[in-house]
């Protein structure tokens, strides 16, 4: 709110990716790692360096880093025999140290956050106190448990992260490019939440519309246009004389402007969305599918919620004139070319 609220008394242009993914680093980093982090007022804090070099953020990256990446994706036997792993020297175990140390503290003093981090705590304790074997059929001494914390612990944090900035900038662009859904999405707010001092997990499942709004900005940008799972066990496809072995990289394409799927598929329409125009959710893949879909889902939904309320109540967002046209996607920056520049404004009490 004071960061809109002194980009709005003095005009100043704000760039999308850059604002929110501050707001999500800092709710990452307090509900998945148990710290407190503001990067609105540190932004060069240890803990935002280290994140925008995982991520691979420009400006963050050095040469040997992407050489890296490109020598992993090209060769990943050879790279796994030389042990050269995608992520940038230091990252992970900047973060395992982080968690090492908070498990340490959380089981010396019982202090829960009800975070993560307790999360992995009580699932690990459940394993300890069963049989020798698992549900799932693996024994226990065969399980390292602080391996399975930390890199559970590292999948919250990529699955959170960067896609949850890079969908608020696209909520955001298509908010600019499209005023009536931007006002719709804030009486809804109104409606659900009203005079309320304090937004509750109820409000924020009662938003509808919002997550409506979400939902198709990530099916008409494309952010997420391939899932890719590694098939598990021998499957035949019905009908046809084809079968998936065991090993095969399954390559999922979405079916997002098909017209069996959306009602309107190649118009920005949050009514795609909408339960009475019969959505086909497998033309849809923000989230993926099934049991292996995003495995921060739940949490995405509340997080990207949460920051367009606190945005909508107070605030209209504008376009200004460093405001793109169009969404153009750059692979080479994972980012939209000249990105989501934008202005917002105070609103009054009678809007």
């Given at each position: ?117 307790d999360f992995l705590l009580d699932e690990i304790k459940?394993?300890e106190d069963e049989d020798d074997t698992t549900e ?209 404004e105070q609103l009054d009490r009678e809007d």
């Open positions: 709110d004071e960061m809109f609220a002194a980009a709005a008394g003095k005009g100043d242009i704000l760039e999308a990716q850059e604002v929110f993914g501050k707001y999500s680093l800092d709710a990452i980093a307090t509900s998945g790692f148990g710290i407190e982090s503001n990067s609105f007022k540190d932004p060069n804090n240890v803990f935002r360096q280290t994140a925008m070099r995982i991520v691979g953020a420009e400006g963050y990256t050095s040469t040997l880093d992407v050489l890296k990446g490109v020598l992993v994706y090209i060769c990943p036997k050879l790279s796994q025999f030389l042990g050269i792993s995608i992520l940038p020297t230091g990252t992970v175990e900047f973060f395992s140290k982080i968690i090492r140390q908070t498990v340490q503290q959380r089981r010396e003093t019982g202090k829960r956050r009800n975070d993560i981090i459940k394993i799932t059929g693996v024994k226990k001494e065969d399980i390292d448990m602080e391996l399975a914390l930390i890199s559970n612990a590292l999948i919250f944090f990529f699955a959170g992260f960067d896609t949850s900035s890079l969908t608020l900038a696209t909520v955001i662009f298509s908010f600019m490019d499209k005023p009536d859904i931007q006002e719709k999405a804030r009486q809804e707010i109104a409606e659900v939440i009203g005079d309320s001092d304090r937004v509750t997990a109820d409000h924020l499942r009662d938003l509808k519309y919002l997550e409506n709004v979400i939902n198709e900005a990530l099916r008409f940008y494309g952010i997420v246009n391939n899932v890719q799972r590694i098939c598990t066990k021998d499957y035949k496809i019905p009908d046809i004389d084809f079968s998936i072995t065991k090993g095969m990289v399954v390559n999922v394409l979405p079916a997002c402007f098909a017209d069996e799927c959306f009602f309107n598929p190649d118009e920005l329409d949050p009514d795609n969305f909408d339960s009475n125009n019969n959505p086909n959710k497998f033309g849809f893949t923000g989230f993926g599918q099934g049991p292996r879909n995003c495995i921060g889902m739940r949490y995405a939904y509340i997080a990207l919620k949460l920051a367009l309320v606190r945005t909508l109540t107070k605030f209209r967002v504008v376009k200004c004139e460093q405001t793109v046209d169009k969404l153009q996607f750059d692979l080479s920056k994972n980012y939209f070319k000249g990105g989501v520049m934008f202005r917002v």
